[in-house]
């Protein structure tokens, strides 16, 4: 429906480096993604993989002192990477929402949870306190809390681990943004709650067409409700594609790595295989693909140059400068050797 509007946001080569004692520590070193209307893009990456710092610094978050910026972030049309500090905080919270990992840091312990609601409303707009109320009420009633005006009138610890996180959602979601940033919303819960978080971002994404991005470090958990996958290795997508793409035609080692590592419903596996090796430092890149020094299949041209991020047709995009029919051989080879059934 919304896919041949133009994206809500597009980041250009982003470059976040923070110079530090020891060196510049490259956080985010070339990353180039959009996520339109109507579409949830899944981040995946090891931790360290500059995710966080990534969706920080598209919400004007990252200390302009402390670090070194470039690339375009376009949201709703316009640049914003430039924007001052006070239009910012005009476009964070009303414009884009975002919920973190953990409720509770981001959740005031000793104010009611519809009063931080409300403050969100009125900071935003010239609503009155009541109307604000009314408004908070309304959101904690969209994200499934049950009595919301009774609810609204607890303080955050009177609420269970899942409830907290809808909370945050319908604190993020109560200006009605176009985006929502979600950097591991669901790490800290269990399971079950888990799945039904990301079934209500995911109806929440339908019911307001609103853009979503979803952090993860694990590939499972966003592959269900993700229409777009980004997988991020030291700070740079090595691979970008729709779901489907990614999932049943990955072209980058490091995602058959992942992919390989995981449990998954739709295909057989004897056995999973972790990745070998660890990240590289940020502040000494290896030279050429940043996975090289981990990949099973690295030869010497990988080491020549940073590789870019090619696109492979159907906007399946991939940053592993082998020959598409060699990957293919290698994939298939892999996939025997793990005893993969489908
Ligand atoms: N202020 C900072 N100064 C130096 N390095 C930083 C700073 N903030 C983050 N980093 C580094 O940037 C890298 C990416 O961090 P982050 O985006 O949080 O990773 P992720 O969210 O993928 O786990 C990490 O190696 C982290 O140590
Ligand atoms: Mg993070």
């Known amino acids: 429906m919304s896919t041949d509007s133009a994206p809500l946001l597009e980041v250009t080569d982003l470059r976040v480096h923070f110079p530090t004692a020891d060196g510049v520590v490259k956080a985010v070193d070339g990353s180039t993604f959009t996520v339109r209307r109507g579409e949830t893009l899944g981040v995946v990456g090891e931790s360290g993989s500059g995710k966080s710092i990534t969706f920080l610094t598209v919400m004007g978050l990252i200390n302009r002192q402390s670090a070194r910026i470039s690339g375009s972030v376009r949201f709703e049309g316009r640049e914003i990477l430039d924007a001052s500090a006070d239009e910012m905080r005009g476009i964070r919270g009303a414009r884009i929402g975002m919920i973190f990992q953990d409720p509770m840091t981001s959740l005031h312990p000793m104010h009611k949870v519809g009063d931080q609601i409300a403050e969100v409303v009125r900071t935003h707009t010239d609503k009155s306190k009541s109307e604000a109320h009314r408004m908070a009420v309304e959101a904690l009633r ?201």
């Open 142 to 342: 969209e994200v499934g809390i049950p009595s919301p005006e009774t609810r609204a009138r607890q303080y955050p610890h009177e609420f269970s681990g899942g409830m907290r996180q809808r909370a945050m959602i319908a604190m993020a979601l109560v200006m009605k943004p176009s985006l929502l940033i979600a950097d591991e919303p669901t790490t800290a819960l269990d399971v079950t709650i888990q799945a039904q978080i990301l079934e209500l971002i995911d109806e929440l994404k339908d019911q307001f067409n609103i853009g979503v991005v979803l952090v993860s470090h694990s590939l499972a958990t966003i592959a269900d409700v993700s229409e777009n996958v980004m997988v991020m290795y030291a700070g740079r997508p090595a691979e970008l594609g729709s779901r489907d793409e990614v999932f049943s035609d990955a072209q980058h080692p490091y995602t058959w790595g992942l992919l390989e590592s995981v449990p998954r419903p739709d295909i057989r596996v004897e056995r999973l295989v972790p990745i070998d090796g660890a990240p590289p430092s940020l502040i000494t890149l290896p030279p050429g693909c940043a996975f090289g020094p981990r990949c099973p299949h690295a030869r010497t041209e990988c080491t020549a140059e940073v590789p870019e991020l090619r696109d492979r047709g159907a906007g399946h995009a991939d940053a592993c400068i082998l020959a598409t029919e060699e990957k293919g051989r290698l994939r298939a080879a892999r996939m025997k050797a793990l005893g993969v059934t489908t």
